[in-house]
């Protein structure tokens, strides 16, 4: 018999502890101003725990590649304070990669807000499509 999985996995518990604790070293330790409102929306690491990818947005997204470069000058800076509070063996090198994911959600909202708003400003539409099937309870009458 097989055993049941575990909630959460060693790596799922190690990449949100990377996450909680990159984000506070941002907000706290890092004095680069070419670092402005950034958000770290996820993590991932390696089974071997060797890489991370840091995935993050930013507010101001003409400040993007701005601060990318920032977030990779300060890796080894951040590497170092993850390694004095995490307690494994080895501590990953990150690579931050820029998460479009919530831009894109903002673009999808924006479509169906868009066709809603279509719909409702043509009422006769939504009527005729519902008009090509017949209604089956008349039938049975």
């Given at each position: ?54 995935f993050y947005t930013v507010m101001d997204d003409s400040k993007r590649e701005i601060t990318q ?68 309870g008349a039938d049975k009458a």
């Open positions: 018999m097989a055993k049941a999985k575990k909630g959460f996995s060693r790596a799922d518990r190690i990449s949100e502890q990377i996450q909680r604790e990159l984000a506070e070293l941002i907000r706290k330790g890092l004095k680069d101003p070419r670092v402005g409102w950034v958000t770290i929306t996820a993590v991932e690491v390696t089974r071997d725990y060797s890489h991370a990818k840091v470069e920032a977030l990779e000058s300060a890796a080894g800076y951040l590497r170092n304070g993850i390694g004095k509070v995490l307690q494994i063996f080895t501590t990953p090198q990150l690579h931050f990669v820029y998460d479009d994911s919530i831009a894109r959600g903002v673009y999808m909202s924006r479509l169906i807000d868009d066709v809603v708003a279509g719909s409702a400003a043509n009422p006769d539409a939504d009527a005729a499509a519902g008009d090509d099937e017949p209604d089956e």
